[in-house]
T-cell receptor, first 115, second 112 residues
């Protein structure tokens, strides 16, 4: 069985602060894929990033960065210099290489950026 | 470019009534298709996925069913809705197994 835990239910910061969203995963597979999605108030999920289990390089995309550490089974997401438009629910998800297709999601972290 | 359409956006149905939600994908062929449900305050749960026409895999036993009558069409159905079927239903597609999935705008279903 696989599982994704996002322990932070809600985070509130002031605009321009940096914020890190935590994600811890569990899987018995050696090949797996990790994802982050953003869900704005409109409800549609927006894809942010996909990483496979063999690539532990950290990734940066503008103000977004991701830290993948297999040793701690974590795939954390940092937003630098946060903006009000970053306010949304963020989901971490896992898809193992074998077994059923489809994503296993965490419960999400509601990020509130205050002006 | 690929697009995914899902309708209706909102739906209010009485208990015991049937349900049909439709999802279509444009701009790609032979996509993997998925139905997810998001209950209030919870993450998304995979309900069904399909790798081809007529091929449906169910992840959660319930009174819902899915069908894929055409390559880029995915339908979620129920013969008799329950109160517990209320939620936000999202259709998604991906190019292949383990690839990133792209989601529709969702259907907010309220069973009364």
């Amino acid at each position: 069985a696989q599982k994704v835990t996002q322990a932070q239910t809600e985070i509130s910061v002031v605009e321009k602060e940096d914020v890190t969203l935590d994600c811890v995963y569990e899987t018995r597979d050696t090949t797996y894929y990790l994802f982050w999605y953003k869900q704005p108030p409109s409800g549609e999920l927006v894809f942010l990033i996909r990483r496979n289990s063999f690539d532990e390089q950290n990734e940066i995309s503008g103000r977004y960065s991701w830290n993948f550490q297999k040793s701690t089974s974590s795939f954390n997401f940092t937003i630098t210099a946060s903006q009000v438009v970053d306010s949304a629910v963020y989901f971490c998800a896992l898809n193992s290489g074998g077994g059923a297709d489809g994503l296993t999601f965490g419960k999400g972290t509601h990020l509130i950026i205050q002006p | 470019s690929q697009t995914i359409h899902q309708w209706p956006a909102t739906l209010v149905q009485p208990v015991g009534s049937p349900l049909s939600l439709e999802c279509t994908v444009e701009g790609t062929s032979n996509p993997n298709l998925y139905w997810y449900r998001q209950a209030a305050g919870r993450g998304l749960q995979l309900l069904f996925y399909s790798v081809g026409i007529g091929q449906i895999s169910s992840e959660v036993p319930q009174n819902l069913s899915a069908s894929r009558p055409q390559d880029r069409q995915f339908i979620l159905s129920s013969k008799k809705l329950l109160l517990s079927d209320s939620g936000f239903y999202l259709c998604a597609w991906s190019k292949r197994r383990n690839a990133e999935a792209f989601f529709g705008q969702g259907t907010r279903l309220t069973v009364v």
